[in-house]
């Protein structure tokens, strides 16, 4: 005995499917993670005038995937390394600071930086703030999607 059959999957709604649950690009779930990003990582920003912790607020479009620290200095205080040639200031016969020629390459001098502020300030705040908020961020975005998270 032979049965015979004619089966056809369509996914023509699977991009309706994907927005209700808010899953689809600039979607609310997008909104949630870039949102929490930002949130979850701004004790951990390194503070002085405050414009690179309230950078991410002008220069990235939430819903996008993409959260931007947009100083000149970001990368520097990133990544917290000092670079040099430091040709070392002083006044007053004091140390006021350190100065690079202009035009000629920095190297790294494997010293760290020193940030001041909030104890949890400092260099890479994104992954710090990954490894201490990651699972409550996934949590909440299956929840916004209508689902669990298995993490």
């Known amino acids: 005995m032979t ?9 023509d709604g699977l991009a309706d499917a994907l927005t209700t649950r808010g899953l689809s690009p600039g979607g609310n779930v997008q909104k949630f993670i870039d949102s929490e990003v930002i949130r979850l990582c701004d004790p951990k920003v390194p503070f002085r005038t405050g414009v690179l912790k309230h950078s991410p607020m002008i220069a990235s479009v939430i819903g996008q995937g993409l959260v931007i620290y947009a100083t000149p200095y970001a990368r520097y205080l990133y990544y917290g390394e000092v670079y040099g040639p430091n040709i070392p200031i002083f006044e007053a016969g004091e140390l006021a600071g350190f100065w690079s020629p202009p035009g000629q390459k920095k190297h790294p001098t494997g010293r760290k930086l020193t940030y001041s502020g909030a104890p949890e300030r400092g260099a890479f705040w994104f992954e710090r703030m990954k490894a201490e908020h990651g699972e409550e961020i996934i949590r909440g975005a299956a929840a916004l999607a209508g689902g669990r998270a298995t993490v």
């Open 3 to 11: 049965i015979q059959y004619d089966a056809r999957l369509e996914l």
